[in-house]
């Protein structure tokens, strides 16, 4: 008889160091957790753990969900922080004037807020500036904003339910068989694209009519 294994006492997994063998990244773990031990603020270890996580929990966050949180009341003349790659959003015009604190910034997100005069730090920079967090916000961006997770939930068709089926792909329409259709060029079957088909065919009439005529010239000799 098997004994049945309670599976609620189980020790859930945790990340203690990055999986990254990026030196960089790991130069700031080590900076952050000696920060977080001896300092002792929930910032630093708040930090320390976003570091630690997988890049699937460290979702980019776009620039014009930045500044929307950044808007909000209580948050002027603070230094927004993000543990994770800040993108460009074409949508925004204007960037207003910011602090900025963030693991990776793209090419395209750094004109927009070099041109308005913000500033953009390191975690080593910050860990300077201000020791405690003091005067900082902590962003992240969505972390269930991938196209997977449209498809978790509620089995699809059941009542209340949202997620989004897995279909196969759609055939062909009936109206037009597919021996009519033109199929497309492969590496090993040029030919079946009618445009290269066209080529090849007048090619050959080339050919034939260069043989008639080398023909007609040894009978005349």
Known sequence: MGVNIHHNKDCKFRHNEPKSQDIYLRLLVKLYRFLARRTNSTFKQI???????????????????????MKLPGRENKTAV???????????QEVPKLKVCALCVTSRAHRPIFKAGDKILTFDQLALDSRKGCGTVLLSGPRKGREVYWHFSK???????HTKPY???RARSSSVPEADMPAEATKTNPGSCPVIKKLMDSEKKKRKEKKKSSYFLIFQR
């Open 82 to 92: 993000v543990v994770r790659t800040i993108t460009d959003d074409m949508h925004i």
């Open 155 to 161: 089995a699809p068709g059941t009542p209340h339910s």
């Open 167 to 169: 279909v196969a792909p």
């Open 47 to 69: 930090v320390l753990k976003r570091l630690f996580m997988s890049r699937t929990n460290r979702p980019p966050l776009s620039l014009s969900r930045m500044i929307g949180k």
